[in-house]
């Protein structure tokens, strides 16, 4: 009896496979696609019914024929790609090629399964398929828009814009929603409004500090500073009396297990990874790691999923566990059961261990320490899902009080105490913003009574502003992105990367912030295909292909409602696109070298300033704003203008590899540039104080965290004078309170002994008892209205407005 064929596509899932499947068995991997569309053409027969023209991918022909050779010799051929779409459009590509020989050949079958465990892919095997024709076409379907998109849009941006560009279906539209975002919080105008606290005391603490939110029954709005002090002018003298106290439980539900929309944007707010990155060692994990004696294991299920659903034995193996490592009151009577999405392809399961019993603990040593990590966020969120809700004692007081001007005004304080933990002892679901939750888990409230009078303390206003929405993160935008349905989570990925590699955005601080060329190409292409780039179109077509999918649609015709609107799109653009290559918009500046005017125009760098004079002069200088933004920009005046220190001659601003930076106007003469946002280093300042290891003078220095007062003798002698800020050390008595660095450059104030003293505080700390509850000192902090001092037992609620210091 001959050999059977099993191709995958990955060399690490066939190392793993071939362990569970016996020596009658050959596993080979395609090393993914195998064929696709030509990049040097469109390979899109549109009048013969959309019918693409695949060839084998470049450098794929030798894996193509070993696999040809292998098949020849084989009883059968088992196709084993992922279980989704992709994987569906790999095996039917290789079904193809391995067709084409004469004679026939040996029989193919299709397999699938959703984690690479022993047991499943035995099952798997016992029960082989057929290509599902559907799949296929879905698949084909997809990869056919998003050629006529990219093909035909991108040669417009090339000849309009800057060669290099592309345009993409759902990319665009991810581009789209980030160019949105920051438009709004250009336009965004903060509002200005006030509340008002009551700090109060009840017989024992901490110390209650309800808010103002009713007088007489209607909601309370406080516009501005005059509205707050006539508010605590009319509540001089009040007493402040509790009128109710609410206690009732409430109830947190565990969180489903992941799927891959969630799990990227989980494992980008707890473990700071990109989507991309996720993804990846979500694979890993999935095909196999090597744990020593036991060898190859797949560690997780499929990690491309939009469904919630677990099998049964995977229930029961983690009901088991939970009952077992933290007992009954943490198993619910029945098993948890999560409703997946609307359109969830429910044949496959969430992410989840392929065996809970493989805890993070014992899969350590052989892990990377990022698979680990995102294994044990998947271990956690898998066991957590399966265990009984979170319990809280959510308290609400309301005080009451009487203005001078008669009227009731009605102040509230919420507070919750976990009662019992639940799932939260393992997994607690990460957030993009805090909640009113966080907020009532801060507060904690003081055994009070109906009817008792409350000793006020008191009446602080406090000013705000209204925020703008703030940019997005890879999570949020993931979340968007499936909200709306646009897109498939095992695309974000690929979506996110290229939009960054275009450089039509880039990060700040872990948020996308769209390039000038970002919002250039967006506007553009939504002023021209605002229809085919519009979120809720997109969102249908996704749901078109699920219709595809699953054999309710003919692709050729869902194809043919696209191109009818797109071909009259395309028409349209090329005809009354804005070529930015050739526009000129005039300005106000003069050239400083012909004294000819300037006008902007767009180069591969983006906007610039050039001599109308040009080639006679071939001055330039950088715009320095968005081009979409030029229209509200005055560029009357040359302000703030910088002086060769060389020549004397003005200094402009040129943009290199390496960002903007001032040039001399007399190049090539003279060749002086410096560097925008360097200061020049200031001289040391030398004191009078000897240093007292050396005897040379102190001298200040400026460092990178600011002045320090260090030996004049470096680097010979290294030392630097501690700042003391006039306190004993609160802990030990012994030492001085001295202000220091972190490597971070982030001040904190620590005990001179240490570490004999191990004392430190990030806030700074001020010689003061509390009155409250006797703590040996306060410490100051800068809110928006000021500086306070507060104590800083979390247990006491005391804090005191700290006057300004009189001018001199």
């Avoid at 249908?540 to 003919?554: A, S």
């Avoid at 003005?650 to 290199?656: D, F, I, N, R």
Wanted: net charge neutral; glycine share 6%; proline share 6%.
């Amino acid at each position: 009896m001959g050999k059977s064929l099993v191709i995958v596509e990955s060399p690490a899932k066939a190392k793993t496979i071939s362990k569970y499947l016996g020596k009658q068995y050959v596993v080979k991997a395609s090393l993914g696609h195998i064929k696709d569309l030509p990049k040097n053409e469109l390979a899109v027969d549109i009048e013969n019914g959309f019918e693409p023209t695949y060839q084998i991918i470049e450098g794929k022909q030798k894996v193509v024929q070993e696999l040809r050779k292998a098949a020849k010799d084989a009883d059968a051929v088992y196709l084993a790609a992922d279980p989704d779409r992709e994987g569906e459009a790999i095996c039917a590509h290789l079904a193809e090629e391995l067709r084409t020989r004469k004679n026939g050949g040996p029989p193919i079958y299709r397999v699938m399964f959703n984690e690479i465990t022993a047991n499943a892919v035995r099952k798997a095997f016992e029960k082989p398929g057929a290509l599902n024709r559907h799949l296929v076409e879905a698949q084909q379907a997809r990869r056919v828009l998003d050629r006529l998109v990219g093909y035909q849009i991108s040669p417009l941006l090339w000849d309009k814009v800057r060669r290099g560009l592309s345009a993409g279906r759902v990319q665009t539209v991810a581009l789209r929603l980030i160019v949105e975002r920051e438009r709004e919080i250009q336009q965004f105008q903060k509002k200005e409004y006030w509340t008002l606290d009551a700090h109060l005391a009840a017989k024992k603490p901490p110390l209650i500090v309800a808010r103002l939110i009713k007088r007489n029954g209607e909601n309370v709005e406080i516009p501005d500073q005059a509205a707050a002090d006539n508010l605590v002018r009319q509540l001089e003298g009040a007493e402040y009396v509790v009128q109710s106290v609410t206690t009732r439980e409430k109830k947190r539900n565990p969180v489903p297990p992941f799927i891959t929309s969630t799990l990227q944007q989980e494992a980008a707010r707890k473990l700071r990874f990109s989507v991309k990155r996720t993804m990846m060692l979500a694979q890993r994990l999935y095909e196999g790691v090597e744990l020593g004696a036991e060898g190859a294991v797949g560690l997780i299920t499929y990690m491309r999923t939009d469904s919630t659903r677990v099998s049964d034995e995977a229930v029961a193996e983690v009901r088991q566990l939970i009952a077992e490592r933290f007992g009954q009151p943490y198993l619910p009577p029945e098993p948890n059961v999560y409703k997946s999405k609307k359109d969830a392809q429910d044949a496959h399961e969430a992410i989840r261990p392929t065996s809970v019993l493989r805890t993070p603990e014992s899969v350590a040593k052989y892990l990377s320490e990022d698979e680990l990590k995102l294994y044990r966020l998947i271990w956690m969120r898998f066991v957590a899902s399966q265990m009984t809700p979170a319990l809280f004692d959510q308290t609400t007081l309301d005080i009451v009080a009487r203005g001078q001007d008669g009227a009731e005004y009605l102040f509230r304080e919420t507070g919750s105490v976990q009662k019992f933990d639940g799932y939260l002892a393992v997994y607690e679901e990460g957030k993009d913003q805090k909640d009113e939750e966080d907020e009532e888990l801060k507060h904690k409230l003081p055994p009070v009574r109906e009817g008792e009078t409350l000793r006020f303390r008191s009446l602080e206003p406090q000013q705000h502003f209204t925020e703008p929405p703030p940019r997005y993160t890879e999570a949020t935008l993931v979340k968007e992105l499936e909200a709306d349905g646009v897109g498939r989570p095992s695309t974000y990925a690929s979506i996110l990367s290229t939009i960054q590699e275009r450089d039509y955005v880039r990060k700040q601080n872990g948020r996308f912030v769209p390039t000038e060329l970002g919002m250039v190409v967006a506007d553009l292409l939504i002023q021209h295909f605002d229809d085919i780039f519009d979120v809720r179109y997109t969102a249908r077509l996704e749901e078109e292909l699920d219709d595809i999918e699953e054999g309710k649609r003919d692709w050729r015709q869902a194809m043919a409602e696209f191109y009818e609107k797109f071909s009259a799109d395309l028409e349209r653009a090329a005809r009354n696109m804005t070529d930015l290559k050739r526009m000129e918009k005039p300005t106000e500046l003069t050239c400083e070298k012909c004294g000819r005017p300037m006008v902007i125009k767009w180069g591969r760098h983006g906007s610039f300033l050039a001599c109308t004079g040009y080639p006679e002069c071939t001055n330039t200088r950088e715009v320095g704003v968005a081009l979409p933004d030029l229209d509200k920009v005055d560029l009357s005046e040359q302000e703030n203008e910088e002086y060769c220190p060389n020549c004397g001659r003005p200094m402009v601003l040129k943009k290199g590899r390496f960002g903007q930076f001032y040039a001399c106007s007399g190049y090539p003469d003279c060749k002086t540039t410096k560097r925008i946002g360097v200061a020049e280093k200031k001289p040391d300042i030398p004191l009078e104080e000897p240093c007292p290891q050396c005897g040379s003078n102190l001298v200040i220095k400026h460092g990178r965290y600011g002045e320090f007062t260090a030996c004049s003798n470096y680097p010979k002698c290294k030392y630097v004078k501690q700042k003391t800020i006039g306190m004993k050390c609160p802990v030990c008595g012994a030492g001085e309170l001295v202000e220091r660095r972190s490597k971070r450059g982030k001040t904190f104030y620590g005990c001179s002994r240490y570490p004999e003293c191990g004392f430190v505080s990030w806030v700074k700390p001020v010689s003061e008892a509390c009155p409250e509850c006797g703590s040996p000192y306060l410490v100051e902090r800068w809110l928006k209205g000021g500086p306070e001092l507060r104590c800083p037992n979390s247990e006491c609620r005391f804090a005191r407005k700290l006057e300004p210091a009189p001018a001199a």
